[in-house]
């Protein structure tokens, strides 16, 4: 296996995929790791050839496929793989593939690559619930995770079947953010928020005007979903309020559903009640309509419009960077800014720091076509202290793990 010059400057990783009916997802996370420039080797097991054949990992990697040991042997593939790799990422990581990994077992292509690869190792677990949850599996994620490997929650919601609850393979875009980060950081995420309850808030609260119509904004949920997922990562307990989120739930944080700025604040405040690090992140509007109209407003004529009186919301990260709801309590908020005539985006963030009395704020530049609904973003993560760090243009994900990274320096002097 002489080395690709062609991939030489492009991260290597190998996917490793278990035999689970998952496996149909993977070919996502696939695209998304060859469309993003890494060179990705495939690596199934001969049962997950039975969902997804060796034809199709073919064409999406570029790459032959195997699953044994015994082909191009004098390649010796179960050692080069893991020699040359960057990252090896599992998924779906079945019950047998975990435990075959924490016991040291080397039967087949992909276990004898785990056993040789010295470079960050990522499992996704995807199983029923019965087996997610039995001791034997828990003690070998405990195992597999001890010796520095990653292993990701898995999500909950539908199974194989009728069945429903943990143990469902998180979606592709999820893995794909998860697997980036490893690789950024060349490692294991820190668990420097292990022990630790988050409360995020996450998407754009609307506010009803009639039975047909809201006033709301554009905020999608991304970036507090990112900062959710992050977290997670991090060995944190979260618990996400979304406002109107039309994503699949960050796997492994309990996910509080809400619509207008009212219930945001109720949820937040309830939430954050006993939590040690809270995240405003959810554009939250700062007027509602002072009537609701009962049935639906209608023209009445070509010319006629009705006149909308507003009312104020209650300023909600200003009550929580305020209030403190639990001792020893880090506020972390996010401004959206335009900047005016006078004034830049980042100058008028600065005023909102002593002002809302947050601990860190990070401020970022809106517009009809910047961060809102985008999976690129950048930012300002401004503290009380008047420390500046900037943030360059990147996933969102990677903004998150900036925040995170603040926020656990800020514990630790604190």
Same mark, same amino acid.
């Given at each position: 296996?002489?080395p690709?010059?062609?991939s030489?400057h492009?991260?290597r990783v190998?996917?490793?995929?278990g035999?689970g009916?998952a496996?149909?997802k993977?070919c996502?996370?696939?695209?998304?790791?060859?469309?993003?420039?890494h060179?990705?080797h495939?690596?199934?097991?001969?049962s997950?050839?039975?969902?997804v054949g060796?034809p199709?990992?073919e064409?999406?990697?570029?790459h032959?496929?195997?699953?044994?040991?015994w082909?191009?042997v004098s390649?010796?593939?179960?050692?080069?793989?893991?020699q040359?790799a960057d990252?090896?990422?599992?998924?779906?990581?079945?019950?047998?593939?975990?435990?075959k990994?924490a016991?040291?077992l080397a039967?087949?292509l992909?276990?004898?690559?785990l056993l040789?690869?010295?470079?960050?190792?990522?499992f996704c677990?995807?199983?029923?619930?019965?087996?997610?949850?039995?001791?034997a599996t828990?003690?070998?994620?405990a195992?597999?995770?001890?010796?520095?490997?990653v292993?990701?929650e898995p999500?909950?919601?539908r199974?194989t079947g009728a069945d429903s609850?943990p143990?469902r393979l998180p979606?592709?875009?999820?893995?794909?953010?998860?697997?980036?980060?490893?690789?950024?950081?060349?490692g294991p995420l820190?668990?420097?928020?292990a022990?630790?309850?988050v409360?995020?808030?996450a998407?754009?609260?609307r506010?009803?005007l009639?039975p047909?119509?809201y006033?709301?904004?554009?905020?999608?949920?991304l970036?507090?979903?990112a900062?959710?997922?992050?977290a997670v990562?991090?060995?944190?307990?979260v618990t996400v309020?979304?406002?109107? /989120?039309?994503?699949?739930?960050? =796997?492994?944080a309990?996910v509080v #559903?809400?619509? *207008?700025?009212?219930?945001l604040?109720? &949820?937040?405040?309830a939430?954050a009640?006993?939590?040690q690090?809270?995240?405003a992140?959810?554009?939250?509007a700062d007027?509602?309509?002072?009537h609701?109209?009962?049935?639906?407003?209608?023209?009445?004529d070509e010319h006629w419009?009705?006149v909308i009186e507003l009312v104020?919301?209650?300023h909600?990260?200003?009550?929580?960077?305020r209030?403190?709801?639990?001792p020893g309590?880090?506020?972390v908020?996010?401004?959206a800014e335009?900047?005016?005539?006078?004034h830049s985006?980042?100058?008028?963030g600065r005023r909102?720091v002593?002002?809302?009395g947050v601990d860190l704020? /990070?401020v970022?530049?809106?517009? =009809?076509q910047k961060?809102?609904g #985008?999976s690129? *973003?950048e930012?300002?993560i401004?503290? &009380?202290?008047g420390?500046e760090?900037t943030?360059p243009?990147?996933?969102k994900?990677?903004l998150?793990?900036?925040?995170?990274?603040?926020?656990a320096?800020?514990?630790?002097?604190?």
């Amino acid at each position: 296996m002489e080395p690709d010059h062609a991939s030489a400057h492009r991260p290597r990783v190998v996917l490793g995929v278990g035999g689970g009916i998952a496996a149909y997802k993977v070919c996502e996370v696939l695209r998304r790791f060859t469309e993003s420039g890494h060179d990705v080797h495939v690596v199934p097991t001969a049962s997950a050839l039975r969902f997804v054949g060796a034809p199709t990992w073919e064409a999406l990697s570029g790459h032959p496929v195997s699953s044994q040991v015994w082909q191009r042997v004098s390649e010796v593939p179960h050692v080069r793989l893991g020699q040359r790799a960057d990252l090896v990422l599992v998924a779906p990581a079945t019950a047998d593939l975990l435990a075959k990994a924490a016991c040291g077992l080397a039967d087949d292509l992909l276990t004898s690559t785990l056993l040789t690869a010295r470079c960050p190792v990522v499992f996704c677990p995807a199983m029923h619930t019965e087996m997610w949850e039995h001791p034997a599996t828990r003690e070998n994620v405990a195992t597999l995770r001890r010796r520095g490997a990653v292993v990701l929650e898995p999500a909950v919601g539908r199974l194989t079947g009728a069945d429903s609850g943990p143990g469902r393979l998180p979606e592709p875009a999820q893995i794909f953010e998860a697997a980036a980060a490893v690789l950024r950081r060349g490692g294991p995420l820190p668990d420097d928020l292990a022990g630790l309850r988050v409360v995020v808030s996450a998407g754009g609260t609307r506010e009803p005007l009639d039975p047909v119509r809201y006033l709301g904004n554009r905020s999608s949920g991304l970036q507090g979903y990112a900062l959710a997922a992050a977290a997670v990562a991090r060995g944190a307990e979260v618990t996400v309020i979304a406002a109107n /989120v039309a994503l699949p739930d960050p =796997a492994g944080a309990k996910v509080v #559903r809400v619509g *207008t700025a009212l219930e945001l604040r109720e &949820a937040m405040r309830a939430a954050a009640a006993d939590a040690q690090i809270v995240v405003a992140n959810a554009a939250v509007a700062d007027f509602r309509p002072g009537h609701y109209a009962e049935s639906k407003i209608k023209k009445t004529d070509e010319h006629w419009a009705p006149v909308i009186e507003l009312v104020q919301n209650p300023h909600v990260l200003r009550e929580l960077g305020r209030d403190r709801l639990a001792p020893g309590q880090t506020v972390v908020g996010f401004a959206a800014e335009t900047g005016d005539e006078s004034h830049s985006y980042l100058e008028l963030g600065r005023r909102k720091v002593a002002a809302y009395g947050v601990d860190l704020l /990070v401020v970022n530049e809106v517009g =009809a076509q910047k961060v809102f609904g #985008r999976s690129q *973003t950048e930012g300002v993560i401004i503290g &009380a202290d008047g420390v500046e760090s900037t943030v360059p243009p990147g996933s969102k994900r990677a903004l998150a793990d900036a925040v995170w990274d603040r926020v656990a320096a800020l514990r630790r002097c604190g």
